[in-house]
């Protein structure tokens, strides 16, 4: 049975779960349980990327292909994910492990967003693909209507790249890998190296790009708190 909390959560987001073990499921990080949300969190991505890709499609027809990968990159990148979660207080209703609560993991970024997508996919599999895009819709109506395709939107590795130039230090390293998972669905990991780090930045994807584009994401973040 779902907490008050997390019962309190679906009225916010006017949502219901015919089954609430899923929502459960969602909400459950590795760290606390052998079932938790990463399968949904991969198809919560999937299914969000589409309905975020369609919407893009229909509001702006003369807008080419290109600068409609990267507004949709913008929309649906971990950082925006992670907005969107703070702003439902979704750390509130997150299911950590004993480590992860002690170090915080409730703000973190990465679970945040994964839960996020997580909550997507279970919603999908509850109550059906029209029930989930009209989730989505609603809350990056905000977003979506602020658009301004005139701006250049630049996705992480070219923005990565051209604050290490303006720097005059070396590019970033890129390596990606597969990496085998259990249930046999597509995960890579991707390293990325930074001359102004000391450090290797890891991060995970369902495509050799995603991994790149948030291994590249996380060491702006990393670099842009050093300033």
Known sequence: MISKRQKALCVQLDISFNDESLLEQALTHRSASSKNNERLEYLGDAILSFVIAEELYKRFPKVKEGKLSRLRASLVKGVTLAEISRELSLGEVLILGPGE???????????????????LGALYLDSGIDVVKSLILRLYDERLRSIDVDEVVKDAKTRLQELLQSRKQPLPLYSVSEIKTQENQPQFEASCQVALLNKVIIAHGSSHRKAEQKAAERALILIEGKV
Do not use: H, V
């Open 101 to 119: 609560l002690k170090s915080g993991g409730y703000r973190r970024e990465s679970i945040l967003a994964d839960a996020f997508e997580a909550i």
